[in-house]
């Protein structure tokens, strides 16, 4: 873990230089599929990286708290948004003192960089009221982008040194956050044209809550 907690504080290393041109489209999708909740909702970033969402989701009437790996990302986010709570240590670190304290979970362009995705989901199930909304990004990979980063760039967008070590299709992400009590409801895609989507943005509901059993079961 210190060695991935070193990694992600290298990558944090200058947080006011980094900036995704995909904010505004996940900001317009969890507008769409996060309105149902009520103001005053408690929800959580997990990967919050510099709190540019947490202070979004401030900004709708909700409770925001925001955690990630790296703390001089949390130092930099705390600066910016000293309204918005943040964490700074893995999303198990929460537990047990926030278990079920949250209505929704934001997490996004996270789990590929994980080796036990599952454990993590099972540590987000646990920080969730029953019912409460997950929403997760992950890069998309569908048929026909598979086939075309086969044959043009399989060595650039499968590079063993790269930042990502999970892949996922819809039937894979979907068969982890089934396993990780979750039912996602809402698949769609952002940053490309369908079906060269740079991501998914899928939402799922918090349909039980997990046991050590899951684990074994994985």
């Known amino acids: 873990m210190a ?26 999708l969890l507008r769409r599929h996060l309105g149902s909740l009520a103001k005053g909702a408690r929800v959580l ?24 790996l790296s703390t001089k990302a949390i130092e930099y986010a705390r600066g910016r ?29 996270v789990i590929e960089h994980l080796f036990d995705v599952g454990a993590f989901l099972r540590s987000v199930n646990r920080l969730m009221r029953p ?28 590079n063993p040194l ?5 892949f996922f299709d819809k039937r894979s992400l979907g068969r982890v956050l089934r396993a990780t009590g979750f039912e996602p409801f809402v698949w769609t895609g952002y940053g490309r044209p369908w079906p060269f989507w740079k991501s998914f943005f ?8 997990v046991t050590d059993q899951d684990a074994a079961m994985e």
């Open 162 to 166: 790269g930042q990502h070590i999970r």
């Open 45 to 68: 970033d997990v990967g919050c990286g510099k709190g540019e969402f947490c202070d979004y989701f401030a900004t709708q009437g909700f409770e925001a708290v925001g955690s990630d």
């Open 3 to 28: 060695e991935i907690e070193d990694y992600y504080e290298r990558y944090w290393d200058a947080p006011e230089d980094y900036n995704d041109p995909t904010v505004a489209e996940r900001r317009a």
């Open 202 to 209: 899928v939402v799922a509901r918090k349909v039980r809550e």
């Open 131 to 158: 019912g409460a909304l997950l929403a997760l990004t992950t890069p998309f990979h569908g048929k026909i982008k598979n086939v075309v980063l086969d044959l043009l760039n399989y060595a650039g967008h499968y």
């Open 81 to 109: 948004f000293p309204a918005v709570q943040f964490f700074a240590g893995p999303v198990e670190g929460l537990l047990p003192q926030m278990a079920g304290a949250f209505d929704a979970v934001f997490s996004s362009e």
